[in-house]
């Protein structure tokens, strides 16, 4: 692992609400793996909201809506399904926010259709390994200045 690798696992666990929601710190991937497999807190995804991803793509991209009332009613965590598509989600939301330099433009490119994805937005791509993959592949090549 390098501290590239590290340092994205931390910015993902920081949009999922850092120590203060996760209970703990996120130096590597292996540690945010361990969170993952403990079951993120529900507050988790309030966090991605502050960070642009709307209750809308919470529902498509990590939970319905019913089942996210009865986690919330019963105080329960996301279970391990749930909480890897949440970390997935987050790490695009890092690496784009690194990528742009800019909350707002990282945003912005997540939210748009994109020739390279046939007219997908990025956002909705990340519903899949796959597809998250294809993403952090696009936003490499932006990051070297290569075109998508």
Same mark, same amino acid.
């Given at each position: $692992?390098?501290?590239? =690798?590290?340092s994205?696992?931390?910015?993902?666990?920081e949009?999922?609400?850092?120590?203060?929601?996760?209970?703990c710190?996120?130096?590597?991937?292996? =540690?945010?793996a361990?969170v993952?497999?403990?079951g993120? %807190?529900?507050?988790?995804?309030?966090?991605?909201?502050?960070?642009?991803?709307? =209750?809308?793509e919470?529902?498509?991209?990590i939970?319905?809506?019913?089942?996210?009332?009865?986690?919330?009613?019963?105080?329960?965590?996301?279970?391990?399904?749930?909480?890897?598509?949440a970390?997935?989600?987050?790490?695009?939301v890092? &690496?784009?926010?690194?990528?742009?330099?800019?909350r707002?433009?990282?945003?912005?490119?997540l939210?748009?259709?994109?020739?390279?994805?046939?007219g997908?937005? %990025?956002?909705? $791509?990340i519903?899949t390994?796959?597809?998250?993959?294809?993403?952090? =592949?696009a &936003?490499?090549?932006?990051?070297?200045?290569? %075109? %998508?």
């Amino acid at each position: $692992m390098d501290e590239n =690798d590290a340092s994205l696992a931390n910015a993902a666990a920081e949009r999922l609400g850092g120590p203060d929601t996760l209970g703990c710190e996120v130096r590597s991937d292996a =540690d945010l793996a361990g969170v993952v497999e403990s079951g993120l %807190p529900i507050e988790c995804l309030q966090a991605l909201g502050r960070h642009g991803v709307t =209750d809308q793509e919470i529902h498509v991209l990590i939970i319905n809506p019913r089942t996210l009332s009865h986690r919330r009613l019963k105080a329960q965590r996301l279970t391990l399904d749930e909480s890897d598509r949440a970390a997935r989600v987050a790490r695009s939301v890092a &690496l784009a926010e690194r990528t742009f330099a800019n909350r707002e433009k990282a945003s912005a490119w997540l939210h748009r259709e994109l020739g390279i994805f046939k007219g997908r937005r %990025p956002i909705d $791509m990340i519903r899949t390994h796959a597809g998250a993959r294809m993403v952090e =592949d696009a &936003l490499a090549r932006i990051a070297w200045g290569a %075109p %998508p």
